[in-house]
């Protein structure tokens, strides 16, 4: 049973205006033992969408440092509540991200791909740009080049997951297609001792989606040598918390794994699924 869900949001995260100690409280009646927050940093977001700007994904560290801490005391015959992150990836930003979780001694720390060419593909203008194929390729390619330049993270976060904005009708993504640059992040996580996000958030909504990454790449990645995954819903409401975790454990079990494991100190822990 998975009892940990490594990858939640709360109003801290420029995307969510949950209360901490409500995702908090729906991740005990959901029976799980240990959460880690991991908000969401992205370093000088785009402009150019409506609504959003520079700093709408950044955080005021001190106070959600505060938070954890407090509900850390006030829950733990309960639950673990740990301090993570969720920080965006852009070439030019290495050093910025790599300070800022250096000074910040975080529990767990997930990197992501949320944009592409400073372009999101949450918004219809993306796919507009450019050919799926090429805008696919170049995700990978930037993820790729994103984790080769910054080492400070623990699991690469919901890869391939610019999959679910893809426009209606477009299912045509997958492992087999873009195996060549999907093997070599892959290879590179496992030769660097680095993890994935097994992301659920798309069990939350009407349209039925594959997990992030997809099965075909998590078997993949447990084929290459992979033994690190934490299963994380992305949460940004308490309904969200643990979303799907029944159908993760199978899919994971499935793709070969028997363990998933959570982080304290940035120090892994393998639990049985
Ligand atoms: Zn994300
Ligand atoms: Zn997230």
């Known amino acids: 049973m998975i009892t940990a869900d490594y990858h939640m949001h709360t109003h ?22 240990d959460i880690c927050f991991t908000e969401h940093v992205d370093f000088d977001y785009p402009e150019c969408y409506e609504g959003v700007g520079k700093d709408t994904f950044t955080v005021d560290t001190h106070d959600y440092r505060n938070e954890v801490m407090k509900y850390r005391d006030k829950y733990k015959e309960k639950i673990h509540v740990g301090f993570g992150i969720e920080i965006g990836m852009q070439e030019y930003l290495v050093k910025e991200n790599s300070a800022y979780i250096k000074e910040n001694n975080f529990d767990f720390v997930i990197a992501s791909q949320h944009l592409v060419s400073r372009a999101d593909p949450y918004y219809k203008s ?25 080492d400070d993270f623990d699991v690469l976060g919901h890869l391939d997951y610019l999959t679910r904005y893809a426009p209606e009708g477009d299912n045509t993504y997958s492992y087999e297609r873009f195996s060549y640059r999907i093997d070599k992040i892959l290879i590179y996580l496992i030769e660097h001792g680095k993890g994935l996000d097994f992301n659920s958030k798309v069990f939350v909504g009407d349209r039925v989606l594959p ?9 993949r990645y447990k084929e290459l040598g992979g033994r690190i995954i934490t299963i994380g819903s992305d949460a940004h409401n308490p ?32 639990h049985s699924l």
């Open 12 to 33: 801290h995260s420029g995307d969510s205006t949950a209360a901490m100690e409500d995702m908090i409280q729906s991740s005990i009646d959901r029976g799980l033992t």
């Open 126 to 150: 993306f796919w507009d740009s450019d050919s799926i194929e090429n805008l696919y390729n170049r995700y990978f390619d930037q993820v790729y080049d994103n984790i080769s330049l910054f």
């Open 211 to 219: 997990p992030n990454p997809c099965p075909q790449v998590l078997s």
């Open 239 to 270: 309904k969200a918390v643990a979303a799907g975790f029944d159908r993760m454990r199978d899919i994971a079990l499935e793709c070969g794994f028997s363990e998933y494991y959570t982080f304290k100190n940035r120090i892994p822990t393998a």
